[in-house]
């Protein structure tokens, strides 16, 4: 992202005042793209002032070296002008930023976040503890909350689709766990991207999403793709079908999935020469962690990748935005289940399955 042709400052200044902070804390400036340290930096008397490089617009995150909650972080979009951090060490997420125009675009994005999610969070509560014919009436007002919602993520796309700050959040949309934009939306806004976010990786990225087919439902046949394993044999799903098969969309980093590991190991064990196969497609971006995980799990079905984290182009095939994910195909290839998930550990629905 940073370029030496970009005119203006060579470099950055973040001036930062923070409350009921210990003296000399040492805080980290991280590089969210690269998740790597660009500085530490100590706080002295509740100030600090530092130099970064950001010729081109992007994330960083500052947080202490030992943190517990998303308070004890914060989010914000750096470029190289004089910029001024006012925070409270007891909610460092709510600092107030000043200087930074990208942040300033942020903080739009973040304000449309939050009051869908605030208003939504209350209207969910009242769902649960009122009488039937209110629920009705709430239902209704939480539907046209989405529609303001996602109108208001439109708008704010597409005002700013100049911006590094929206080109982001766009690219995120794609495997955001119920995003609020199909594909349609998604194709439209990429439409309005200017050159240099659609000649990027990302913009690449985008372009592939929006070209796929449509995601199968069940009773529709699979969309078959083949991936690298492990030790790099690329392996496609047709080869790999059995009477039934799973297909196991996880991650090393997925709690639940690693959880379910042993008692899916299990149930392949027992009716693996029946029939059932199981492929697994990982959600992962480091080929260690993936590697560790199915060793550590002693997984024993195939297990594939493109490395590419939820932007998997498996993931992307299928919709999924949300892990563990298990969908359940017949011999030829069709959809059983298209969310198999827990129902697959009730041993009476195995034997049904499997009785023939």
């Avoid at 947080?63 to 972080?73: A, G, Q, S, V």
């Avoid at 704010?156 to 690219?171: D, G, K, L, R, T």
């Avoid at 955001?176 to 990027?200: G, H, Q, T």
């Avoid at 492929?279 to 493109?306: C, F, H, M, Q, Y």
Wanted: hydrophobic share 35%; net charge neutral.
């Amino acid at each position: 992202m940073f370029s030496c042709s970009q005119k203006g400052p060579t470099y950055g200044t973040l001036t930062g005042t923070i409350k009921n902070i210990k003296n000399d804390t040492i805080l980290y400036l991280i590089d969210n793209e690269r998740d790597s340290v660009v500085q530490k930096f100590l706080v002295k008397n509740g100030h600090f002032k530092i130099k970064f490089s950001a010729p081109v617009p992007k994330l960083f995150v500052i947080r202490p070296e030992n943190y517990k909650y998303e308070k004890d972080f914060l989010d914000l979009w750096l470029d190289n002008s004089p910029t001024k951090l006012y925070g409270n060490m007891y909610n460092m997420a709510d600092s107030k930023i000043e200087g930074s125009a990208p942040n300033g675009i942020y903080d739009i994005y973040k304000s449309i976040e939050y009051n869908y999610q605030h208003d939504s969070t209350k209207i969910n509560i009242q769902k649960h503890i009122s009488d039937q014919k209110v629920q009705d009436s709430l239902a209704i007002v939480l539907k046209n909350l989405q529609i303001d919602y996602k109108n208001n993520l439109m708008k704010f796309y597409s005002e700013n689709i100049s911006s590094e700050v929206a080109f982001y959040y766009i690219f995120f949309e794609i495997a955001r766990y119920k995003s609020a934009l199909d594909r349609n939306d998604i194709k439209y806004l990429y439409d309005l991207l200017p050159e240099k976010f659609k000649n990027s990786k990302d913009g690449a990225e985008i372009k592939n999403y929006i070209s796929l087919p449509d995601v199968p439902k069940n009773g529709e046949r699979y969309l078959d793709f083949s991936q690298s394993t492990p030790e790099g044999k690329l392996e496609a799903i047709s080869s790999n079908l059995g009477k039934y098969t799973i297909l196991e969309f996880w991650a090393s980093s997925c709690g639940s999935c690693r959880i379910e590991h042993p008692s899916l190991r299990k149930l392949y064990q027992e009716y693996h020469k029946k029939g059932l196969n199981i492929i697994g497609i990982s959600g992962d971006n480091r080929l260690s962690d993936w590697v560790e995980a199915i060793d550590k799990d002693s997984i024993p079905w195939l297990n594939i990748s493109d490395l590419g984290g939820f932007y998997n182009r498996g993931f992307m095939l299928y919709g999924v935005k949300f892990i563990p994910r298990l969908i359940l195909l017949d011999k030829d290839g069709i959809i059983i289940d298209d969310n198999f998930g827990y129902s697959f550990f009730n041993e009476d629905a195995l034997k049904k399955i499997f009785k023939n």
